[in-house]
C-alpha cells in the first residue's frame, strides 16, 4: 500500500516545500503535476523541506492525463476540493493491497472545472465554516487528509512511539 499526495500545478514553494516535509515523516509518495509555479530549486521551497528532500519520493508528471495514466486503480484517486458533498472521514482507505492517491488543486484556482464535473463522486471535502474563509491553507490540507489516511491504516510503517536520547517526558 503507497499513499500519495498530488499536487495539481502548485504555485507556491512554500506550500510545496511543507508537504514534502509531511510526505517525509509519512512515507507518502509526493507527486507534482505541471507545470510547477516556481523552480524545484527556488530557496523558499528547499527552506521549507529543510533537510528531507532525500526522504521524499517525488513523481513528475507533464500535464494531468499524464498523471491520471499513472493511477492503477482510479476508484482510489480521490479530488479533495471544497465543492464535494462527501467528507475526507467518508471512505475507507484500509485496504493494504490498494494504493491512494489525494489530488489537491492550485493554491488559486483548484482543480479544473471541467474534471470535477467529470469525477464529483471522487471529491471529499475538509469541513469548514465557508463564510469565513475561501479554503484552508494547502499544506494544512494535506496533512489532515493523510492523517486520516493513516489513522485509517492503523499508521502502518510509522513509529507511534519513541524513545529519545534526552526525553523530556522522562
Not at 10 to 37: F, H, K, Q, S, Y
Not at 86 to 93: G, I, K, L, R
Request: charge should be negative; hydrophobic fraction near 35%.
Amino acid at each position: 500500500m503507497t499513499n500519495h499526495i498530488v499536487l495539481f500545478e502548485p504555485l507556491m514553494p512554500a506550500n510545496t516545500g511543507n508537504i514534502a516535509r509531511t510526505c517525509a515523516g509519512t512515507d507518502t509518495v509526493l507527486d507534482l503535476i505541471e507545470p510547477l509555479g516556481f523552480t524545484i530549486d527556488d530557496k523558499h521551497l528547499k527552506r521549507a523541506g529543510l533537510d528531507y528532500w532525500d526522504k521524499v519520493q517525488i513523481n513528475r508528471h507533464k500535464d494531468l492525463p499524464t498523471f491520471i495514466s499513472t493511477v492503477a486503480n482510479p476508484k482510489n484517486l480521490f479530488l479533495v476540493s471544497k465543492f464535494a458533498e462527501q467528507t475526507y472521514v467518508d471512505p475507507d482507505y484500509s485496504d493494504p493491497n490498494q494504493d491512494y492517491y489525494f489530488l489537491f488543486g492550485k493554491e488559486t484556482t483548484g482543480l479544473p472545472e471541467p474534471f470535477m464535473r467529470k469525477n464529483p463522486e471522487k471529491a471529499i471535502r475538509i469541513p469548514q465554516d465557508d463564510s469565513n474563509i475561501r479554503a484552508l491553507n494547502l499544506s494544512n490540507s494535506a496533512a489532515i487528509v493523510i492523517y486520516e489516511v493513516l489513522r485509517q491504516q492503523n499508521f502502518n510503517h510509522l513509529e507511534k512511539t519513541h524513545t529519545y536520547e534526552n526525553d523530556k517526558l522522562k
